[in-house]
């Protein structure tokens, strides 16, 4: 079993930055690939990165070089750094641990950009 708490939400300006963290529980975090989605209002639910285990790292090209997906798995942590932030940014920000068929979900939290 794993929980994610996730943290670091919150309301900033268009061309702002912000840092989103995930707090793990359970040991098989460091052996997990970590992702974080969002969903906006009205939206489905949409990928913006992606961690393995060993480190690769993935993003749809909405994100591409303004977010980084990095990890510290002696902390059970990973982060999604985002800069130069847009108002279309705005979402719920969730992050997600998945070990062979087995995902797991935090709470979310909000990022709100303002123009």
């Known amino acids: 079993q794993v929980q994610l708490v996730e943290s670091g939400g919150g309301l900033v300006q268009a061309g702002g930055s912000l840092r989103l963290s995930c707090a793990a529980s359970?040991?098989?975090?460091?052996?997990?690939?970590m992702h974080w989605y969002r969903q906006a209002p009205g939206k489905q639910r949409e990928l913006v990165a992606t961690i393995t285990s060993g480190g690769s790292t993935n993003y749809p090209d909405s994100v591409k070089g303004r977010f980084t997906i990095s990890r510290d798995n002696a902390e059970n942590t990973v982060y999604l750094q985002m800069n130069s932030l847009k108002p279309e940014d705005t979402a719920v920000y969730y992050c997600?641990?998945?070990?062979?068929?087995?995902?797991?979900w935090g709470q979310g939290t909000q990022v709100t950009v303002s123009s």
């Open positions: 359970g040991s098989i975090f460091s052996i997990s690939t």
């Open positions: 997600k641990a998945v070990r062979g068929l087995a995902a797991y």
